[in-house]
């Protein structure tokens, strides 16, 4: 990982968020060195599938007194220095360097982390391998999680991130293209790369926004109910169910991808279920919610596949990789699924949300179609997603 020409060359060695996390979730003996100060180093870290070392040593400390930081890093060991954009952790390389400390600086730092994109294909049977392509692709950093459904050369891409050239190029690699853009709510925590990725495809594209707000784009609606075929020509195909799913957001979709993978979006996730709070209607939206969870999806078997928009904790992510959970034993180990009644769920799920995130009504803004810049969009979207009505716990076995 670290460049053996280090040495000679004018740059400091750095590494890819994305090889960094695969040899960290492997539980590789890197120690990382963050070098962000207390309020970003409190409210946002980088988080591998198994525990990392971390030492905290801000880059003022640096600046301040270079030899007594310098004296807190630790020696004999391979060394990563993260910082939020991975400029300042490229001069704390140079310094560690001068002091005959060996390090790599992580590439684009915390920003980098939350952009990254990790695509993950999904197990299938035997019956649907042949069928189909499932991939889940994991924004690691947020805890975002979108969808690629390839079936005879066409291919459906639910829920995708802002970068829409990634989802482009990877459905290409395939040789698919792309006939269908989905989205299951109107995001409030990140930016949705589904009107873009369905102008460059030339697809149609689909969100339910639901009563009170304006959608400032062009969707093509889709009923419940409605079926969304994918391939044929090859002689495979795929179906795609649209289920209403309101609560979350009163536009709230899941779609039922093969008669067995249910994408729900923020409607249940693998350890709780969707905050409905932040339209400023709890109790409403609330009650919606739990009618959803209770009597929409009630008619699907226990071994439907749920697959979320959403993870809180590194936790969630199963042996393959995958986030995802039984409906059966999500309707029996959810929290807010065991509650007696709407009442309850209601004040349950209303006592626990978090403060709203912070710039979440721009985001909604912007996914409803107003425009900013990448840059203002980039600081908008940093942080991890609290998509969650309640503090993620890591019961997933
Ligand atoms: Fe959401």
Partial sequence: MVDDNQDESPHAASVEVGELLTRLDRGEPVVLLDVRNQDEYESWKL???RPVETVHVPYFDFIEDGDAAIARVPRGRELVVLCAKGGSSEMV?????????RAANVAGGMLAYGVYLEPVKLPLEAGEAGRFELWQVNRRGKGCLSYVVV???????????????????FVRERGARIVQVLDTHIHADHVSGG????????????????AGFELRQPVTPLGDGQQIRLGGDAGVSIEVRVIRTPGHTPGSTSFLVGGRFLLTGDTLF????????????????GRELY??????????PAETRVLPAHFGSQAEIGAEGVVWGRLGELRASVPELQLADADAFVDAVRGAVKEPPLAYAEIIKLNLGAQASEEQVALWELGKNQCAASAQRASRA
Avoid: F, N, T
């Fill in 291 to 300: 009618a959803s969870l209770k009597q929409r999806l009630a008619d699907l």
């Fill in 93 to 101: 390389v140079e310094l560690l360097k001068d002091a005959g400390v």
């Fill in 47 to 49: 988080e591998p599938r």
């Fill in 270 to 285: 693998v350890a709780s279920v969707g905050r409905p709070d932040l339209g400023g209607h709890v109790v409403e939206w």
């Fill in 151 to 169: 079936s005879g050369g066409e291919a459906a891409v639910v829920d995708p991130s802002r970068h829409a050239e990634w989802y482009a190029a």
């Fill in 195 to 210: 009107p873009e990725l369905a102008r460059r495809a030339q697809a149609p594209y689909y969100v339910s926004a639901g």
